[in-house]
């Protein structure tokens, strides 16, 4: 077992990214962020074997008004159907090839080099849901008091992070544990919904 407090966080108001039945795993990134690169393959080696009854979820997080060109850059790619485009190469630019892909303006261009219709993106880049996207993304980081990343949160109750957990290794199998615990929870909230109710003789 693990122990709130030292290899995870409990959310004072615990809120999902996202509506939904399944349990959340949300990932909060920045494409600035070198660990957050080198977590990726660790991501998709889990989601090989990741528990039933679980949706993995991606945010960037709008940290900081630096943060928050990169994560209108994941909405807008996100919007389009692009974000196969954007996603990984944009990671790769930032710290594989050094390069400096962090105004809007630079990131309009990437987005084009990587084939994504350079009006198109600028248009869901500048619109109102992707702004709106972006607050909720602000909203979500101050509520689950997030001083750094990357960080996953577990159906928007629980925080950890390879530094809380003490290694990324272990950090998945918080991961897995707490799944567990919401998945339980969830059985026994639908077992209580379905028991019969107990009468009363007269």
């Not at 692009?82 to 809007?104: G, M, N, S, W, Y």
């Amino acid at each position: 077992s693990f122990d709130e407090g030292i290899d995870y966080k409990l959310v004072a108001q615990p809120a999902r990214a996202e509506e939904g039945a399944d349990v959340e795993v949300l990932e909060l990134f920045w494409y600035g962020c070198p660990h957050c690169w080198h977590l990726e393959p660790e991501i998709d080696r889990w989601l090989e074997s990741k528990p039933a009854g679980v949706r993995f979820r991606r945010m960037p997080a709008a940290a900081s008004p630096r943060w928050v060109p990169h994560a209108k850059a994941y909405y807008a790619a996100a919007s389009m159907g692009e974000l196969d485009r954007l996603h990984k190469p944009l990671f790769q630019a930032l710290h594989d090839q050094r390069r400096k892909v962090f105004t809007d303006e630079q990131i309009i261009a990437f987005a084009a080099e990587q084939g994504i219709d350079e009006e198109a993106f600028r248009k869901a880049y500048n619109s109102f849901p992707v702004d709106m996207q972006v607050r909720k993304s602000a909203e979500l980081v101050r509520r689950y008091n997030i001083d750094g990343v990357p960080a996953i949160v577990i159906n928007g109750k629980y925080v950890t992070s390879a530094t809380q957990a003490g290694s990324t290794g272990k950090m998945f199998q918080v991961v897995d544990y707490l799944v567990g615990e919401e998945a339980k929870a969830a059985s026994a909230e639908q077992v209580e919904e379905g028991a019969p109710e107990l009468g009363t003789s007269g």
